[in-house]
C-alpha cells in the first residue's frame, strides 16, 4: 500500500482487515466465471431476486415512475432528513404492515424516518456512530451478513460479542442471546444487539411465540441498550406462525432502558438495490414528547450529514408519487406480492425436496422467510471445500465459515434460482 505512511489509525485498520473480494462477492464471481464455461450452471450465490429468465426482478410501476422524472427532480439536491413527503409516506408504508392493534403504538412510540445515502448499511454508520464508541460492546448473532462485520467491527471497531441464534437441531432460539445480555448487564454500561429477520445466511425468522419469549426479556433489561433491527428482507416470511412483519412495533414501549433503532430502505422491500437509498427510525421505550422526537431526529439527519450527507432524491420523489397516489400504491403493492409469490413458491418447492430427502454432509436449518436456505455441514469437511466441490458439480454457493462462531454451512439464494432449477439444485446438493 503506497499510501501506508500517511494512513490514520482507523485507515490502517480498514486496509488490513476489510476484503473487497472475500465472501459473497468472491463466489459470486467464481460462480459467474463458472457459469461462462459450463452449460446449465445454477448461480445459488446472489442476494438479489431474479426472474425465471435471470433478469433482475424489478417493479414495473417504479421504473416506469423513474424514467418519467424531470432533471430537477432527480439532480436537485434532497432535504437532508429526506424528501419529507416521502419520508412520511414511508412511515405510512411501514407502519401499514403491522398488525392493527400495534399500529398506533408504533407511530406514537417512533421518530419519523430520516434517509440514509448508501442504502441500509449507511443506515447502520449513521446510527451507531453517534451511540457507541470503539470498544463498547455489540452482541451480533453468529449468523449474520458479513458487512455488518465490516461496519461494526472493522470500521468502527465495536467489541464483537456474538450470540448463537440457532440450536443444534438448526432452529431458532434465543437463549444463548439472553444469557449474553444477563452476563453484559453485569459487565457493561451499555450495549447494542444487532438482530436480522429475516436472517442473511440462515434464511430464518422468530415466531410470534419467539418473539414474545424475547419481549419479556427486553422489557427487563436494566442498562442503557440499542437494538440495531436489520430489516432488509422485511415482509418476506412463508409460514404462517412466523412474523411476517419487521419486530420493531413488538420491541417499542417496553422499557425505557431501550432503543430500537429500525434500518430499512428500498433495496430489497421495493427490489430498488441499486437506488443506494436506506432509513433510519428510532423507537422509543416510553412515550416521549414530539420535541424530544425532532431532537433525536435531527441528530440522526446531522450526523448523516456529517457522514455521506443527503440522500439521493429521484429514487425518493419516485418512490413518493408511487406511494402517495392510491392507484400506483396499489399496482405496486401487486407487484410486490407477484414477486413475493415467486419467491414464495421457489421457498415452498425446495422445502418439500429438502425434506424428502437425507444427506449424510448437509443438513439444512429450519429455514422460513427471506431469500436464502443454509445448510449445515455435518462432518468434518470445510464449507469453502463443499462449495467448491458444487461448483465443480454446476452450483454456485457461498460458503460460511467461522470455527470460532461455530459456523460450517453453505447458504443458498433460492431468490436467485428459477423454480424449473430448484429440483436440480437439490439433487447436486445431495448428491455431495
Ligand atoms: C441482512 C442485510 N442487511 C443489509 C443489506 C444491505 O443493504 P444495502 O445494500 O441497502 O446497504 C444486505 C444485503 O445483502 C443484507 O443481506
Same mark, same amino acid.
Given at each position: 500500500m503506497?499510501?501506508?505512511?500517511?494512513l490514520?489509525?482507523?485507515?490502517?485498520?480498514i486496509e488490513?482487515?476489510?476484503?473487497l473480494?472475500?465472501?459473497t462477492?468472491?463466489w459470486s464471481l467464481?460462480?459467474?466465471?463458472?457459469?461462462?464455461e459450463?452449460?446449465?450452471?445454477i448461480n445459488?450465490?446472489?442476494?438479489?431476486?431474479?426472474?425465471?429468465?435471470?433478469k433482475?426482478?424489478?417493479?414495473?410501476?417504479l421504473v416506469?415512475e423513474l424514467?418519467?422524472?424531470n432533471?430537477?427532480q432527480?439532480f436537485? !439536491?434532497?432535504?437532508?432528513r429526506?424528501?419529507?413527503e416521502?419520508v412520511?409516506?414511508?412511515k405510512?408504508d411501514t407502519?401499514?404492515t403491522?398488525?392493527a !392493534?400495534?399500529?398506533e403504538?408504533?407511530d406514537?412510540?417512533?421518530?419519523?424516518?430520516i434517509?440514509?445515502?448508501?442504502?441500509l448499511?449507511?443506515?447502520?454508520?449513521?446510527?451507531?456512530?453517534v451511540?457507541?464508541d470503539?470498544?463498547?460492546?455489540?452482541?451480533?448473532?453468529?449468523?449474520?451478513w458479513?458487512?455488518?462485520d465490516n461496519?461494526?467491527f472493522?470500521n468502527?471497531?465495536f467489541?464483537e460479542?456474538? *450470540?448463537?441464534?440457532?440450536?443444534k437441531?438448526?432452529? +431458532?432460539n434465543?437463549?444463548?442471546l439472553?444469557?449474553?445480555?444477563h452476563?453484559a448487564?453485569?459487565?457493561d454500561?451499555?450495549?447494542g444487539?444487532y +438482530?436480522n429477520f429475516?436472517n442473511n445466511? /440462515?434464511?430464518i425468522?422468530?415466531? *410470534?411465540?419467539?418473539?414474545?419469549k424475547?419481549?419479556?426479556? &427486553?422489557?427487563e433489561?436494566?442498562i442503557?441498550t440499542t437494538?440495531f433491527?436489520?430489516d432488509a !428482507?422485511?415482509?418476506c416470511?412463508?409460514?404462517?406462525?412466523?412474523i411476517?412483519? /419487521? +419486530?420493531?412495533?413488538?420491541?417499542?414501549?417496553?422499557n425505557e432502558?431501550?432503543?430500537?433503532?429500525?434500518v430499512?430502505g428500498?433495496?430489497?422491500?421495493?427490489?430498488?438495490?441499486?437506488a443506494r437509498?436506506?432509513l433510519?427510525?428510532?423507537?422509543?421505550?416510553e412515550?416521549?414528547?414530539?420535541?424530544?422526537? &425532532?431532537?433525536? %431526529?435531527e441528530l440522526?439527519a446531522?450526523?448523516?450529514r456529517?457522514?455521506?450527507?443527503s440522500?439521493?432524491?429521484g429514487?425518493q420523489?419516485a418512490?413518493?408519487n408511487v406511494l402517495?397516489d392510491?392507484?400506483?400504491?396499489?399496482? &405496486?403493492?401487486?407487484?410486490?406480492?407477484?414477486?413475493?409469490s415467486?419467491?414464495e413458491? %421457489?421457498?415452498?418447492y425446495?422445502?418439500k425436496?429438502?425434506g424428502?430427502?437425507?444427506?449424510?454432509v448437509?443438513?439444512p436449518?429450519?429455514f422460513?422467510?427471506?431469500?436464502f436456505g443454509?445448510?449445515?455441514?455435518?462432518g468434518k469437511?470445510?464449507?469453502?471445500?463443499?462449495?467448491?466441490?458444487?461448483?465443480?458439480?454446476g452450483?454456485?454457493?457461498?460458503?460460511?465459515?467461522?470455527?470460532k462462531n461455530?459456523l460450517n454451512?453453505v447458504?443458498?439464494?433460492? /431468490?436467485s434460482?428459477?423454480?424449473?432449477n430448484?429440483e436440480?439444485?437439490v439433487?447436486?446438493l445431495y448428491?455431495?
Open positions: 503506497i499510501l501506508r505512511d500517511f490514520s489509525k482507523r485507515g490502517k485498520h488490513d482487515t476489510v476484503d473480494s472475500a465472501g462477492l468472491a467464481r460462480a459467474k466465471k463458472k457459469a461462462n459450463m452449460d446449465g450452471f445459488a450465490t446472489i442476494g438479489s431476486a431474479t426472474e425465471d429468465d435471470g433482475l426482478m424489478v417493479l414495473p410501476t416506469e424514467s418519467n422524472l432533471g430537477d432527480i436537485s !439536491y434532497a432535504n437532508m429526506g424528501v419529507n416521502f412520511q409516506a414511508w405510512k407502519i401499514d403491522y398488525p !392493534y400495534l399500529q403504538g408504533a406514537t412510540f417512533s421518530t419519523l424516518p434517509t440514509a445515502c448508501g442504502g448499511t449507511g443506515g447502520f454508520m449513521i446510527s451507531a456512530q451511540l457507541f470503539k470498544g463498547d460492546t455489540i452482541l451480533a448473532p453468529n449468523f449474520r458479513r458487512n455488518i461496519v461494526f472493522r468502527l471497531q467489541k460479542s456474538t *450470540y448463537e441464534l440457532l440450536d437441531e438448526g432452529n +431458532l434465543f437463549d444463548n439472553i444469557s449474553k445480555i452476563e448487564e453485569k459487565e454500561k451499555k450495549i444487539i +438482530l429475516p445466511p /440462515s434464511g425468522s422468530p415466531t *410470534y411465540d419467539e418473539v414474545k424475547f419481549q419479556e426479556v &427486553v422489557e433489561i436494566s442503557p437494538i433491527l436489520d !428482507y422485511e415482509g416470511a412463508y409460514e404462517d406462525s412466523v411476517e412483519h /419487521s +419486530l420493531f412495533p413488538h420491541l417499542i414501549g417496553l432502558d431501550v432503543v430500537t433503532i429500525k430499512d428500498v433495496s430489497k422491500r421495493y427490489f430498488a438495490y441499486g437509498l436506506g433510519v427510525t428510532v423507537g422509543f421505550g412515550e416521549v414528547s414530539e420535541e424530544d422526537k &425532532v431532537d433525536v %431526529r440522526m446531522k450526523a448523516a456529517t457522514n455521506t450527507s440522500a439521493p432524491k429514487i420523489v418512490m413518493s402517495n392510491p392507484e400506483k400504491n396499489k399496482q &405496486v403493492h401487486k407487484e410486490k406480492k407477484r414477486n413475493t415467486i419467491l413458491d %421457489r421457498y415452498r425446495m422445502k425436496l429438502v424428502e430427502k437425507e444427506s449424510s448437509l443438513q436449518v429450519e422460513n422467510s427471506g431469500f443454509y445448510f449445515h455441514i455435518k469437511q470445510q464449507a469453502s471445500e463443499i462449495s467448491h466441490k458444487l461448483l465443480e458439480k452450483l454456485g454457493t457461498v460458503p460460511f465459515e467461522n470455527v461455530g454451512g447458504r443458498v439464494a433460492f /431468490s434460482i428459477s423454480e424449473k430448484i436440480k439444485t439433487d447436486i448428491s455431495i
